[in-house]
């Protein structure tokens, strides 16, 4: 697996950059014993790619790099020798890692047309085919992520102070949840799916062949940065592509720990880890991929697509937006605060999925406060900034346009903020407004607004009134309430009485609409994404007789014989009286 840094001259390979303590955890109680074990970034990156194109235009790399022809390897082609590649220890730290790729055929024009070209050549001679191929692939994946258990739980601790629980949970067990669905079912979802066929060509074949789209982009956001590079990625390979992965250059720790790492795992002829920021992104994305998949923010998400459009490349979006939460005024306060409480928090409230927003009535907002501090106290103690268990923002930047959110309606829990650690507490908006700062953008922070709203039919035109949601929750004693605010709105997916979960199944496709995305994926979608579903016939050389019928001269006994062997007809309704 090849590992690409940013280019010489405006992102240095990541092992080049200067280390030192991030100074927004120095004084942290809670990060000192991770710190003692690895070291972060002194340098801030100073512009991510989810505000690409959103201020200046940008400058191409002032120098180029070197082209991607043949490379020297660090991890075997079939992956059995994980962990045990040059280079690669299977105990190693954040710090420590693989001896870069060394590539030494330069490349004119775009710096990363030699490595799709190099993916490629190694993708048309069919080595990625063979199941065999896939499953020491994707059974590699499973040795990384058992191996480097540690060290991905430090690297988010130190990215945003995940805590070792979420990290566990979001980053270890679902990745590994897709996993080992994709290798138990991943025999049957190669095999050929054969369809119905007409009178004519009863004898013949008729099948669907999933076969791989090639060379595929993944490009990952930094609030989930190891399960929302690696179950895509889980699919990408079950379906038999090459991969180029590139990590947000915001979770830094996370970034350099993939890219160090990951490479000792996977065959460097078909897998390869690009790094850097805005400028590196936008020059990859020139090149000519056969399937993107992109998960961040809908602005960004527009970019995307537009440089995938220049060559008609297929994308996946995994964007983001406001999710309504509906609270009638039939529930169970209690486990409706328990619950919102935390999918709101979880992750500090950096979940693209997560409840942006309550609508009830002022009734119920007046209920559901008590229940909401009771449930943020229980989760995070009465100093939610002392808990082990409440994350941190992931950047200045971020933590800024979140304190601007606070202004808006009035705060009736928490409210509280540290800009050195970059802690925003567990907070509640009352009685904000549809015009309010936090109703302009997903909030995706620790800030749940609360929007007063008449009755359920009022709620339901709100959500209608605004973009189609990554989610929409609804939460109700009485099914018929839940049920319509199913029927009558649209979204990506849809939880009643809970938040986050119906996320962790593997048997329901994950995706968006419109302005939340594209696509979908998770268990078998996640393969039928990356897979072409080519339509086949293998006809008979021979029965030449059968097909008379169709040549000219026409006549209208070949008509009436055409239209006996090729039409399909209604089916009969019967009604039970």
Known sequence: MAIIPGIPGISQGLWQLPWAESPHNQDSPKHRATLQRATTLSME???????????????????????????????????????????????????????????????????????????????????????????????????????KKQEILEATELDMGKPSFEAFFSEILLCKNELNVTLNNLSQWMKDEHVDKNLVMQLDSAFIRKDPYGVVLIIAPWNYPIQLFLVPLIGAIAAGNCVIIKPSEISKNTERLIAETLSCYLDSDCFAVV????????????????????????????????????????????????????????????????????????????????????????????KLMPALREAITEFFGPNPRESPDFGRIVSDKQFQRLRVLLGSGRVAIGGQTDEAERYIAPTVLADVLPSDPAMQEEVFGPILPIVVVANMDEAIDFINARPRPLAVYAFSCDSKIVNQVLERTSSGGFCGNDTLMHFTLTSLPFGGIGNSGLGKYHGKFTFDTFSLHRGCLHRSMGLETLNTPRYPPYTQQKLGLLTTTFEVKRRGTCTLL
């Open 45 to 147: 990156t100073s512009s991510s790619f989810q505000q690409l194109g959103m201020q200046q235009p940008l400058e191409p790399p002032r120098q180029q790099l070197l082209g991607y022809g043949k490379c020297s390897t660090t991890g075997s082609d079939l992956g059995k020798d994980s962990g045990k590649a040059a280079g690669c220890s299977g105990s190693s730290g954040i710090g420590k890692g693989p001896v870069p790729m060394v590539c030494s055929t330069p490349c004119s024009g775009n710096p990363y047309a030699g490595l799709v070209s190099h993916l490629r050549a190694s993708w048309l001679s069919g080595k990625t085919r063979p199941m065999e191929y896939r499953v020491a692939q994707l059974e590699a994946l499973g040795r990384f992520l058992d191996d």
């Open 275 to 366: 790094t850097g920021g805005v400028p590196e992104t936008t020059r990859l994305l020139e090149n000519k991929f056969d399937y993107i998949f992109f998960t961040g923010s809908p602005s960004v998400g527009r970019i995307v697509m537009t440089a995938a459009a220049k060559h008609l490349t297929p994308v996946t979006l995994e964007l983001g937006g406001k999710n309504p939460c509906y609270v009638s005024d039939t529930c169970d306060v209690t486990n409706v605060a328990r619950r919102v409480v935390w999918g709101r928090f979880f992750n500090a409230g950096q979940t693209c999925i997560a409840p942006d927003y309550l609508l009830c009535t002022l009734e119920m907002q007046e």
